[in-house]
């Protein structure tokens, strides 16, 4: 089974309903939950999703949609040597730093969904946009 990071990029074009992007969110959401494909994601995303959400809904459904994501997606370890991996990698964007070690360290994700590829250019594991994702596997016809 394929184990993927998805990135707050992705999780937000899906809560947000954010088109055209919102479709494939929702596709390689439907994926993790038919678990045809192992999600994860950080507690950075969690957070921030929270804010944003945060901002045009309340908490209650917010922490109702949060609890949603999770069951559906494992949450990957945000720990001291993840932070540290950052704080001295040459990741332009400090959150995508965090993402990706808590990928790379964990020793099992293939590959990371996110729309910002050039975020990832650092990175040692497979980077993919949803869409890109979805065409190189059987279930682009979901």
């Known amino acids: 089974m394929k184990k993927v990071l998805i990135d707050t990029d992705v ?3 899906f809560f947000f309903d954010r088109e055209p992007f919102s479709d494939d969110a929702a596709k390689v ?7 045809e494909i192992k999600g994860f994601i950080t507690s950075v995303i969690i957070s921030n999703v929270y804010y944003l ?3 045009s809904s309340s908490h209650d459904k917010v922490i ?4 949603q994501l999770i069951t559906i997606t494992e949450v990957l370890t945000t720990d001291k040597d993840v ?3 950052a704080l001295n990698s ?5 959150e995508d730093a965090l993402q990706n070690y808590s990928a790379e360290l964990n020793g099992q994700i293939d590959l990371i969904i996110t ?8 990175s040692s594991l497979g980077i993919m946009t949803p869409g890109n994702y979805l065409k190189t596997t059987r279930y682009n016809d979901l």
Not at 29 to 35: A, D, G, K, T, V
Not at 115 to 122: A, E, G, M, S
């Open 11 to 13: 999780i937000l074009d």
């Open 115 to 122: 729309r910002n590829i050039k975020d990832y250019k650092n």
């Open 29 to 35: 959401l439907s994926l993790c939950e038919s678990r």
């Open 53 to 55: 959400l945060r901002q």
């Open 90 to 94: 040459n990741f332009r964007d400090f």
């Open 64 to 67: 109702e949609k949060l609890t």
């Open 83 to 85: 932070i540290l991996k």
